[in-house]
């Protein structure tokens, strides 16, 4: 036989488990976005440095890899269509020989590197 007076509390303890659940499903989501901007900031960290290092080995071996990639990583992280590009280039040079890495992503490189 169901007790009648325990019905009520336990509806109360679904609702809290209910909304207990939602609060966790928001906070979590919101926690979310910052992790994205920090995962693109280290992405982009990798890619203009190995686009300014591939530079600095393919055609100017006392070009300034540092000052490079700073102003990249500088530009990609207040440009999505920077960043975008600086990924497009940084594909393209992967496994490329520094001769057909000219001629296939000098499109995609030009707007990152001189």
């Known amino acids: ?9 336990e509806r109360g303890q679904a609702a809290l488990v209910r909304t207990l659940l939602l609060l966790s499903l928001g906070f979590g989501l919101v ?4 992790t ?3 995962v693109q ?3 982009s960290a990798f890619d203009c440095h190995g686009i300014c290092s591939r530079y600095q080995s393919c055609f100017d071996s006392k070009y300034d890899v540092g000052a490079c990639a700073d102003r990249c990583r500088e530009a990609a992280g207040k440009d999505p269509d920077y960043r975008r590009k600086a990924e497009k280039c940084a594909e393209c040079l992967t496994d490329k020989a520094c001769a057909s890495a ?11 590197v001189p």
Do not use: Y
Not at 1 to 9: D, K, T, W
Not at 31 to 34: F, H, K, R
């Open 102 to 112: 000219t001629f296939s992503c000098g499109f995609q490189c030009a707007a990152v």
């Open 1 to 9: 036989m169901r007790n009648p007076l325990a019905e009520p509390r």
């Open 31 to 34: 926690g979310c976005a910052p």
């Open 41 to 43: 900031a280290i992405d």
């Open 36 to 38: 994205r901007s920090v």
